[in-house]
């Protein structure tokens, strides 16, 4: 484990947890790769209260981060017309919630993106005037026309990165399906935004598309929920900004860097949700690849890395992997390495070593698992293949009591009545409610941290 502080970043570590021992012609090695941030506006994921959570913004100096909130003005949104009132209420709540010295804008949603405060394609910088004028603005807030996400994306893009800040990021609020633009749009417009800025998205209601939302929390590197309820909002938009006003330190990448003849099969975020990082590389130099992490405060994540190597014979042992956490020199120096970890392999003789499966490497590569497990059985119960969701849903089940997962577990009670859960067997509900059903497809990347 390595460390790294300055007095402007968070100090991080790396640990590595895997079983190195290998038996004779194994090739494949497994690890969990711990990071941890201390130094950020939070704590242990949950936000500090007070002044500790509000530092005041120096005059002269460069506001720290910038956030676009977007919300949705299609007509949807005035059925039932309290949803528009929670819309507005909830961004407001936001705007409150914002550190003084921040950059924002709010941009209303339709078939096109307008600048509904400050306008110019500008940022105004928080403060107790503009916080007031923002939220008199939303009252011009109403519902009609369509819905193009891509275009409310390209618009906080644009607003984004004008500003000279360190964090740039995106909360995105929708009722309905992105019916009014091509999805190959809407992807691209992902691929232009990704990396640029995170986002947090949120649907409301149960008249949006799940993997709509979550593709774009995934491509932007941020959280993806459901509120069913529009009287919710205040309350999850005011917890998002708290969030976001945490952040310290973005653009973190995790570098792997592999001997010749090593070959990476997977990097993915397991903790606290699943995320596939493996086709978001990029090259750094020979034999290494950055994978982008986003933005950080106090908090730690978990990541499974998977890597092939070449065969070898019993007492080799050989460097399988270098993880290490890099920041990039806004001014296009040399990246800064905040921490590292090693990935090893050794080949043994000895089976029970060999075949011993580490605990965190077993406990993640299950709640991977049961993510992709409940996706494939919702998705089989939408096309009326009961017999496949019953076993997908079945084995999620399994899957979620054994790791301790007991939010998981709740959700599915709601969509399979639970029979046995330690052997999975369930039977289908007939009648499910679809907030029900959304919140557990939404949520089922959500994974609970191993055992110590």
């Known amino acids: 484990m390595a460390n790294f502080s300055k007095s402007n970043v968070p100090q991080f570590s790396v640990e590595v947890y895997q079983n190195e021992y290998l038996p004779e012609g194994g090739r494949e090695v497994n690890a969990i790769v711990t990071v941890t941030s201390t130094g950020g506006g939070t704590t242990g994921g949950v936000p500090l209260s007070g002044a500790a959570a509000t530092p005041t913004h120096v005059p002269g100096q460069a506001p720290k981060a910038a956030v676009v909130i977007m919300v949705?003005?299609?007509?949807?949104?005035?059925?039932?017309?309290?949803?528009?009132?929670?819309?507005?209420?909830?961004?407001?709540?936001?705007?409150?919630?914002?550190?003084?010295?921040?950059?924002?804008?709010v941009v209303g949603g339709t078939h096109v993106a307008k600048e509904v405060y400050p306008g110019n394609g500008r940022l105004a910088v928080a403060d107790a005037r503009t916080k007031a004028q923002a939220k008199e603005a939303l009252r011009a807030l109403s519902a009609g026309g369509g819905t193009a996400i891509g275009t409310w994306l390209r618009l906080t893009d644009r607003l984004l990165g004008a500003a000279d800040v360190e964090?740039?990021?995106?909360?995105?609020?929708?009722?309905?399906?992105?019916?009014?633009?091509?999805?190959?749009?809407?992807?691209?417009?992902?691929?232009?935004?990704?990396?640029?800025?995170?986002?947090?998205?949120?649907?409301?209601?149960?008249?949006?598309?799940?993997k709509?939302?979550?593709?774009?929390?995934?491509?932007?590197?941020?959280?993806?929920?459901?509120?069913?309820?529009?009287?919710?909002?205040?309350?999850?938009?005011?917890?998002?900004?708290?969030?976001?006003?945490?952040?310290?330190?973005?653009?973190?990448?995790?570098?792997?860097?592999?001997?010749?003849?090593?070959?990476?099969?997977?990097?993915?975020?397991?903790?606290?949700t699943v995320v596939d990082l493996t086709d978001r590389r990029t090259e750094a130099g020979p034999r290494a690849g950055d994978y982008p992490t986003g933005s950080w405060g106090d908090e730690s994540r978990d990541y499974h890395v998977c890597v092939q190597v070449p065969e070898a014979g019993i007492g080799q042992e050989m460097l399988a992997s270098r993880v290490s956490l890099i920041l990039p020199d806004p001014s296009g120096g040399a990246p800064q390495?905040?921490?590292?970890?090693?990935?090893?392999?050794?080949?043994?003789?000895?089976?029970?070593?060999?075949?011993?499966?580490?605990?965190?490497?077993?406990?993640?590569?299950?709640?991977?698992?049961?993510?992709?497990v409940i996706q494939q059985g919702l998705d089989a119960r939408k096309s009326?293949?009961?017999?496949?969701?019953?076993?997908?849903?079945?084995?999620?089940?399994?899957?979620?009591?054994?790791?301790?997962?007991?939010?998981?577990?709740?959700?599915l009670s709601k969509v399979v009545d639970v029979v046995d859960a330690a052997t999975g067997t369930v039977r289908l509900k007939a009648k499910v409610a679809e907030a029900d059903s959304m919140t557990l497809e939404t949520r089922s990347t959500k994974t609970v941290r191993v055992k110590k």
């Open 212 to 272: 709509e939302v979550t593709a774009i929390a995934s491509a932007l590197l941020g959280t993806a929920d459901i509120v069913a309820d529009p009287a919710g909002l205040a309350a999850d938009f005011t917890q998002m900004m708290e969030n976001a006003m945490g952040k310290e330190v973005a653009d973190v990448a995790l570098r792997l860097w592999t001997p010749v003849g090593v070959e990476i099969k997977f990097v993915k975020q397991v903790a606290p």
């Open 167 to 210: 964090i740039r990021h995106g909360i995105l609020l929708t009722d309905g399906r992105n019916e009014h633009e091509a999805p190959e749009d809407l992807r691209a417009a992902l691929e232009s935004c990704a990396g640029r800025f995170t986002c947090d998205a949120r649907g409301v209601g149960t008249d949006w598309e799940v």
């Open 337 to 372: 390495t905040l921490s590292q970890g090693l990935v090893r392999a050794v080949w043994t003789e000895d089976m029970v070593a060999s075949t011993s499966i580490n605990p965190q490497v077993a406990h993640y590569t299950g709640q991977a698992e049961l993510a992709r």
């Open 72 to 105: 949705d003005c299609s007509g949807s949104m005035d059925y039932p017309p309290t949803k528009m009132r929670n819309a507005r209420d909830a961004t407001a709540a936001a705007i409150d919630t914002l550190r003084d010295g921040t950059s924002f804008a």
């Open 384 to 411: 009326g293949d009961f017999d496949g969701a019953t076993a997908k849903l079945g084995r999620a089940v399994q899957l979620a009591s054994a790791s301790g997962n007991e939010d998981t577990a709740k959700l």
